[in-house]
């Protein structure tokens, strides 16, 4: 469902990719025309102003919702699939990004623990993974995200904004900046605690635009953020699905 035919990555500081289309027009077109209304989400406005809706956020509202809507429904077991994982891992791997882990399925962890015992290498240990994604609002009166490095059990990260041609002004910002500590000591963040707008350089940033993926390896640097929205009209939201692939 989704496609990453027109990935392509940025290596430095870190791994980020982009695909320009990620979606069929038409699936991508019914997803935006079904988004949940913004009054099912919980609102966190000691993060920014955003307003979230997941399965750790608002999950009852979010099962209901989700249950109820044919186009999202579908996404969802597209997600929870285990062909999603190993898929994604694949094209990882194929954009020199190997994170060393099998996918769900069980015959490859038996293969993989095959050759160690056949090596006499120790068993292998892999964590379980899952996928998840949750809907994601901020109004551009202001609304951002400060630079961080994603939740130690993330692996991959997924931001695709939700929007109509024609329907945001670039002047507004919203896009995902990759940011640097300006005090080196501060880089090395595993434990993906915050700095603030003052603290880090703005390196470069990926404009929000309809139907794109961006892609973020999940490492101890891989800082980013949404510098705060210069918009005058509270009404208006910058609407994101962010998927994430994590470990357990």
Same mark, same amino acid.
Request: net charge positive; glycine share 6%; proline share 8%.
């Given at each position: 469902?989704?496609?990453?035919?027109?990935?392509?990555?940025?290596?430095?500081?870190?791994?980020?990719?982009l695909?320009?289309?990620?979606?069929?027009?038409?699936?991508?077109?019914?997803?935006?025309?079904?988004?949940p209304?913004?009054?099912?989400?919980?609102?966190?406005?000691?993060?920014?102003?955003?307003?979230?809706?997941?399965?750790?956020?608002?999950?009852?509202?979010?099962?209901?919702?989700?249950a109820?809507?044919?186009?999202?429904?579908?996404?969802?077991?597209?997600?929870?699939?285990?062909?999603?994982?190993?898929?994604?891992?694949?094209?990882?791997?194929?954009?020199?990004?190997?994170?060393?882990?099998?996918? %769900?399925? !069980?015959?490859? &962890?038996?293969?993989?623990? *095959?050759?160690?015992?056949?090596? =006499? @290498?120790? #068993? /292998? +240990?892999? %964590?379980? !993974?899952?996928? &998840?994604?949750?809907?994601? *609002?901020?109004?551009?009166?202001? =609304? @951002?995200? #400060? /630079? +961080?490095?994603?939740?130690?059990?993330?692996?991959?990260?997924?931001?695709?904004?939700?929007?109509?041609? =024609?329907?945001?002004?670039?002047?507004?910002?919203?896009?995902?900046t990759?940011?640097?500590?300006?005090?080196?000591?501060?880089?090395?963040?595993?434990?993906?605690?915050?700095?603030?707008?003052?603290e880090?350089?703005?390196?470069?940033?990926?404009?929000?635009?309809?139907?794109?993926c961006?892609?973020?390896?999940?490492?101890?640097?891989?800082?980013?953020?949404?510098?705060?929205?210069?918009?005058?009209?509270?009404?208006?939201?910058?609407?994101?699905?962010?998927?994430?692939?994590?470990?357990?």
């Amino acid at each position: 469902m989704i496609r990453f035919d027109e990935l392509s990555f940025d290596y430095e500081p870190y791994p980020i990719g982009l695909a320009r289309t990620a979606f069929d027009e038409s699936v991508y077109r019914e997803l935006v025309d079904n988004l949940p209304p913004v009054e099912l989400y919980e609102h966190k406005p000691d993060k920014g102003g955003k307003y979230s809706l997941s399965q750790v956020n608002h999950p009852r509202q979010y099962r209901d919702f989700v249950a109820r809507s044919r186009p999202w429904r579908a996404f969802y077991d597209f997600i929870k699939s285990p062909a999603f994982i190993t898929n994604t891992l694949a094209v990882l791997r194929a954009h020199e990004c190997d994170l060393g882990l099998p996918g %769900p399925g !069980l015959s490859e &962890r038996l293969y993989l623990r *095959a050759r160690a015992l056949k090596r =006499g @290498n120790p #068993l /292998p +240990h892999f %964590p379980r !993974l899952k996928a &998840r994604f949750e809907f994601s *609002a901020m109004p551009i009166t202001g =609304g @951002n995200i #400060l /630079p +961080h490095t994603d939740h130690p059990k993330k692996l991959v990260t997924m931001v695709i904004p939700l929007l109509r041609e =024609g329907e945001w002004n670039h002047a507004w910002g919203g896009g995902t900046t990759v940011v640097w500590p300006r005090d080196r000591t501060r880089i090395f963040n595993r434990m993906n605690h915050y700095l603030g707008f003052d603290e880090v350089d703005q390196l470069k940033t990926f404009a929000f635009e309809p139907n794109q993926c961006l892609v973020f390896i999940k490492t101890n640097n891989s800082w980013h953020a949404v510098l705060p929205m210069t918009g005058d009209d509270p009404a208006i939201l910058r609407n994101t699905l962010t998927i994430n692939i994590e470990s357990s």
